[in-house]
Antibody, heavy 126, light 108 residues
Framework: EVQLVESGGGLVQPGGSLRLSCAASGFTLISYALSWVRQAPGKGLEWVSTISDSGRNTYYADSVKGRFTISRDNSKNTLYLQMDTLRADDTAVYYC???????????????????WGQGTLVTVSS | EIVMTQSPATLSVSPGERATLSCRASQSINSNLAWYQQKYGQAPRLLIFGASTRATGIPARFGGSGSGTEFTLTISSLQSEDFAVYYCLQYDNWPPFTFGQGTKLEIK
């Protein structure tokens, strides 16, 4: 069974840092691009970041560019999101999601997200 | 950036009736559109990709149509478990991937 499990969420003060993890199982991680998508309380879905299957290419939403860093360790079947200089408006449930197609990670590839993890809550507050 | 606009924001429908949800793109996205269902406290669940192809295990009462800029998700004969929030996602031109703001389907 393909499964993604996020961890690392919690309460952090504004300006602080947090690192999220997403453990993958049931598929060969290196074959797929992966993304983080977040959802603020009571709000809709917002794409945050994508990393290619190899890890060489990364993409970010303008709202997090320069503050968040996406990475992956294919040997550990794990995706990460390092979040620095956190702000109150970063408060959200953060989901990791696998892209739909294997061996095709560039923006030329038309990938949707499936499956998703269950999410981890990040709260930025003093 | 492609802006996705869903309508209506809230749709009230009786069980057993048909629901029609709309999603509009600010420019053509061909058929590169997915629909997701999200229930309270749960992760989004893929329903439709390629504008009209049902994902594995999705009941036939869920149907998607459209191409270019106008898309529709139709749920025929609503079941109690279908009342949720529905999102469309464009994956034609990224980054960024963009979602619609969601349609809440509620019981009438």
């Amino acid at each position: 069974e393909v499964q993604l499990v996020e961890s690392g969420g919690g309460l952090v003060q504004p300006g602080g840092s947090l690192r999220l993890s997403c453990a993958a199982s049931g598929f060969t991680l290196i074959s797929y691009a992966l993304s983080w998508v977040r959802q603020a309380p009571g709000k809709g879905l917002e794409w945050v970041s994508t990393i290619s299957d190899s890890g060489r290419n990364t993409y970010y939403a303008d709202s997090v560019k320069g503050r968040f860093t996406i990475s992956r360790d294919n040997s550990k079947n794990t995706l990460y999101l390092q979040m620095d200089t956190l702000r109150a408006d970063d408060t959200a449930v953060y989901y990791c999601a696998r892209h739909s197609a294997s061996y095709c990670s560039s923006p030329i590839c038309k990938n949707w997200f499936d499956p998703w993890g269950q999410g981890t809550l990040v709260t930025v507050s003093s | 950036e492609i802006v996705m606009t869903q309508s209506p924001a809230t749709l009230s429908v009786s069980p057993g009736e048909r629901a029609t949800l709309s999603c509009r793109a600010s420019q053509s996205i061909n058929s590169n559109l997915a629909w997701y269902q999200q229930k309270y406290g749960q992760a989004p669940r893929l329903l439709i990709f390629g504008a009209s192809t049902r994902a594995t295990g999705i009941p036939a009462r869920f149907g998607g149509s459209g191409s270019g800029t106008e898309f529709t998700l139709t749920i025929s004969s609503l079941q109690s478990e279908d009342f949720a929030v529905y999102y469309c996602l464009q994956y034609d031109n990224w980054p960024p991937f963009t979602f619609g703001q969601g349609t809440k389907l509620e019981i009438k």
